[in-house]
Every structure is written in C-alpha cells, then in structure tokens.
C-alpha cells in the first residue's frame, strides 16, 4: 500500500502512463479484451507479479448454454490455491469511495460493477452514450481529490470530476428502485503464492480437475442448431441485437479458447502444440470477422 500526499491512497503505487499490460491483453492476439471480469483478473495479477495464465485453465470448461457461451472466470479456489487471493463478496453499506480507500489501506482492493458511461476508457464504445454494467478493480483512489485509478479491460486508467461523482453517484443517492453495486473484496492474504514449478504443477492439477468436467456433448453442434433457429431473428433485427448476440455465443467462445491455447502453450510449452493448434482454430473461426457472418459459423 502506498499513501501519496496529494491524498491518493493506492494499492501498488503505479501510474496509468507507464502501466504495461499482462501480453494476454497484447494487440497481436485475435481477442486483446476476453471479457470485463476475467481481464480485471489478469491485469490485477499481472501488476502483482504474478502469473494470470496459471489460473485460466477453466476455460476448458466452456460450454453452450441454450441461448449463450459460458461467461468465463477465474475460479476463486484457483485464485486462492496459486496465488493466496480471495475475493469474496462484500456488504456495501458506506459511500463506496470511503470504503474503497479503508480497504487499500488495509492492503486489499475492491471489484465493483460500474457504468461505463462514466468510464472515459470506454470512449470508442459506451462513454457517455450508454449505460452498461462493467466490472473494474480500484488500484487507487483519492476520495477529497475526486480521483479514481482503476484496472478495466486491457489496462489501468484514471477519471476524475463528473466522471468520479457519477460513477460513485455523488449527491445521488440510491433509489429504492436502483440497486447499488455489486462488490467484491479482493484480500491478498489468503495462502501464499506459488511460484515457478509449484506454480506449473499446480495448474496442470487444476486443469486435470477442469477438464473433468468438461461438456457431456459436443456444445459447437448445439450453438450450431441454435444459430439456425436464431438466425431468422438476427436478420430481422438491428444492429445492437445482432452486436449483442455476438458477445454473448461468438466472440465469448472466441477468446476463451483463444485463452485456453496459451494456457496450454504455458503449461505444456512444446508438448502442448497439438491441442494449441485445435484450439486456435476454434479461435479463429470464432474471431470477429466470423462473427461479422454469423451464417458462417
């Protein structure tokens, strides 16, 4: 933890400008974002010094259920057994900013549901356009400066002043028909951290467990069926119907296999080839130029 005397209190003491992203988030991979949660977690890992590619094998377990693709996390008692976390959730029964800054101090961060309308990293999609719900992770924050650090998508940001009170709703307190938002607190004190091979072996015990409970039938040949009754749907639809179908089968498929073959290429490293190369070409037919044509699929 480190306290600046501007009054920022922040977990790591690092800055946006010259924060590097894990390289599972690199620009060259087909999916540089997999989904807000799971890409909370890596960068949240990645600043630590840790591995988040060790605890992604439960991307295995993708499966096709009835109208979307599994939206993929890292399991809590992975996190917990590779790296000493646990995220558990939590009552949030104060202004969220004070609660923020007690629990960095203390050495442990939150994970909060946001709207990214308020989030200027959303720019190119949601930022004052949208009201959509979205996870981040606070690295630091500076409740009298109006002044939030935070990891989201592929990256640490910052915002502050309209962006902060509308996000934390500053002066607008929850309604009775708005809920506040979901929030998870991140302790780092849960076991220790496993390193080099501890950390390889335990992951290939994790993935013989996630693998054991992979889909019971072939879930591509059940998307496929369902994209048939669905098409006739989507082509009738607008945009933002189909753009929502997408994240939800195509694009969620996509990036966790993509995932999944640089787990295995981590774990395995030469051994793995065979299964990368399957995996990437689950990838691929899944990347959003696929995607752009469902009918394809």
């Not at 974002?33 to 600043?47: F, Q, S």
């Not at 991140?186 to 467990?209: E, N």
């Amino acid at each position: 933890m480190n306290t600046a005397a501007t009054g920022l209190v922040s977990l790591l003491g690092l800055d946006p400008a010259s924060y590097q992203p894990h390289w599972l988030h690199a620009p060259e991979r087909t999916y540089v974002e997999t989904n807000c949660y799971t890409d909370v977690i890596i960068e949240l890992l990645h600043a630590r010094g840790e591995e988040p590619v060790a605890a992604l094998g439960c991307t295995v377990r993708m499966d096709f259920e009835g109208d979307q693709w599994t939206f993929f996390k890292p399991f809590p008692e992975d996190l917990q057994m590779l790296f000493g976390i646990d995220i558990h959730e939590m009552q949030p029964y104060r202004p969220l900013p004070e609660q923020a800054a007690e629990q960095i101090s203390q050495g442990h961060t939150l994970i909060v549901e946001l709207d990214s309308w308020h989030l200027p990293d959303t720019a190119a999609t949601s930022y004052h356009s949208e009201h959509v719900k979205t996870s981040v992770a606070v690295e630091a924050i500076d409740c009298a400066g109006e002044r939030l650090r935070y990891f989201h998508a592929t990256a640490l940001y910052e915002l502050c002043g309209e962006d902060y009170s509308g996000v934390f709703r500053i002066g607008r307190p929850y309604s009775k028909d708005v809920l506040p938002p979901y929030t998870e607190l991140v302790r780092f004190d849960a076991g220790p951290s496993l390193q080099d091979r501890q950390l390889r072996d335990a992951a290939r015990t994790l993935l013989v467990s996630h693998l054991a409970h992979r889909p019971a039938s072939n879930p591509f040949a059940r998307f496929g069926a369902q994209l048939e009754r669905d098409l006739p749907r989507l082509l009738d639809g607008d945009a933002s119907d189909y753009h929502a179908y997408a994240f939800a089968t195509v694009r969620m498929a996509g990036s966790a296999f993509e995932v999944a073959a640089s787990h295995v290429q981590w774990l395995l490293e030469d051994a793995a080839a065979p299964a990368c190369e399957a995996l990437q070409r689950i990838c691929l037919l899944y990347t959003s130029d696929a995607a752009d044509d469902l009918t394809r699929v």
